[in-house]
């Protein structure tokens, strides 16, 4: 597509019910990242794909997230038993390469509000 | 470790005035990318510049100038005569030129401007 999509936009779940987000990167962009916004919070990485491998997961906050791309292309993060500090907005970037000097382009975000 | 810091969490400025937002950055590495982001209400992160470690030169574009002092580790952003338009948050960013690591983004600068 012409941006990065995710998908939804807004999602409000119940504590302790697990949630899906969705991004769909540009097309042919190889790398692919996810970033956790909290309120008064800068962007706090949680997780990149490099093709459907994901070479660093190390700002993933607990087991309860996990995250998975397919066909180099869409990727999902999950998170399991969702608790209210998980509220925030997650946003997925897609870059030409693993190279920063391709920039990343973002997504709109998926508000996750946990009550 | 990579460490991004814009000490002004918000500013309010009247329209037409000028506005510095400041990014001070930590890095082992000799070689490096910095670069700003603007995120409208919309949500969505905007690229706005990305700079060579190794290329001092200021730059200019349109209303929009850097200055980047690698002595001060600093690479500062100011908007001449703002507009209501320009209110988002700013966010200042630092990467390695491998590109191994994501991003690190500074917390966010909220510029508020008014009518």
């Known amino acids: 597509g012409a941006g990065v999509s995710q998908s939804p936009s807004n999602k409000v779940t119940e504590k302790g019910k697990d949630v899906e987000l969705r991004c769909d990167p540009i097309s042919g962009h190889t790398a692919l990242y996810w970033y956790r916004q909290s309120l008064g919070q800068g962007l706090e990485f949680l997780i990149y794909?490099?093709?459907?491998?994901?070479?660093?997961k190390s700002g993933l906050p607990s087991d309860r997230f996990s995250a998975e791309r397919t066909g180099g292309s869409v990727s999902t993060l999950t998170i399991q038993r969702t608790q209210q500090e998980d509220s925030a907005v997650y946003l997925c970037a897609s870059s030409l390469g693993q190279d920063t000097r391709y920039g990343y382009t973002f997504g709109s975000g998926t508000r996750l509000t946990v009550v | 470790a990579q460490k991004v810091t814009q000490a002004q969490t918000e500013i309010s400025v009247v329209e037409k005035e000028d506005v510095t937002l400041d990014c001070v950055y930590e890095?082992?590495?000799?070689?490096?990318?910095l670069f700003w982001y603007k995120q409208p209400p919309s949500g969505e992160l905007v690229f706005l510049i990305r700079r060579n470690s190794f290329d001092e030169q200021n730059e200019i574009s349109g209303r929009y100038s850097w200055n980047f002092q690698k002595s001060t580790s600093s690479f500062n952003f100011t908007i001449t005569a703002s507009q209501v338009v320009d209110s988002a948050v700013y966010f200042c960013a630092l990467s390695e030129v491998s590109g191994n690591t994501p991003l690190v983004f500074g917390k966010g600068t909220r510029l508020s401007v008014i009518a």
């Open positions: 794909f490099q093709g459907n491998s994901a070479p660093d």
């Open positions: 890095t082992r590495d000799t070689t490096y990318y």
